[in-house]
């Protein structure tokens, strides 16, 4: 059995990451390929319980280096018990977000540096890397008011997941500057237009994908 492909979705808030990422697997499974579908932070019980931890409440409730280390964690426990053995078992693993957000909003948005992100995802995963990561790009004010109103739209009940929403234009452009750094520099990252219509935007993943 060859290993599986291993494809991340990033992305600024309200990129439609996760509708484009369910028209994927549909498009994959018709074709007969094992996909499993997972996001960060979270995927499994453990990495879900530090998402909670690291997207609800105050901004200020962590410093940027517990935020690092709670990524980290999350993300070391979702290799090793579910991403990995995915891609050993052959299966083609889309996942919403992985290691190129924290490069992009702990790393450029917040200064840390890239050696240290770098050090600390090699430890927490045995350096694994996406094949292929599809950058849905948009421009940060038309994500940031399709996001609030997404949480706007949610029962008032449910936690708000909008910790990083709250950091406010400023900190997202940096975000959206550090997706762009990175792409120019690694020819696995492939920038999709996230302004067309769900359509056009699956219509470019589906020919980044089959590329
Ligand atoms: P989501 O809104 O795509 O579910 O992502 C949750 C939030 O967590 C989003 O605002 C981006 C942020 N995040 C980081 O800051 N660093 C990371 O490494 C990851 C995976 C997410």
């Given amino acids: 059995m060859s290993r599986g492909r291993f494809i991340a979705f990033e992305g600024g808030e309200g990129a439609g990451k996760s509708t484009q990422i369910a028209r994927l697997a549909e498009a994959l499974r018709a074709r007969g390929e094992g996909v499993v579908v997972t996001r960060e932070p979270g ?3 453990g990495a879900e319980e530090i998402r909670a931890l690291f997207v609800r409440g105050e901004t200020a409730r962590w410093t940027v280096e517990t935020d690092v280390l709670l990524v980290c964690a999350a993300r070391a426990d979702h290799v090793a018990r579910l991403i990995r053995p995915a891609l050993e078992a052959g299966s083609t693993v889309l996942c919403d977000r992985f290691i190129h957000s924290t490069l992009a909003y702990q790393g450029h948005g917040k200064g840390v540096a890239m050696a240290q992100l770098l050090a600390l995802h090699a430890f927490a995963t045995g350096d694994l890397w996406p094949d ?4 849905l790009d948009l421009p940060v004010e038309l994500g940031l008011s399709r996001s609030t109103k997404r949480a706007a739209a949610q029962e008032a009940d449910l936690p708000q997941e909008q910790r990083f929403e709250a950091l406010g234009l ?4 940096k975000v959206r500057a550090g997706f762009a750094s990175l792409a120019a520099e690694d020819g696995r990252i492939v920038r999709i237009d996230a302004t ?3 359509d056009g935007v699956a219509a470019a993943i589906a020919a980044a994908v089959l590329r």
């Fill in 132 to 135: 292929l990561v599809l950058w």
């Fill in 43 to 45: 995927g499994t019980p």
């Fill in 196 to 198: 067309q219509d769900i």
């Fill in 170 to 173: 400023a900190y997202h452009e």
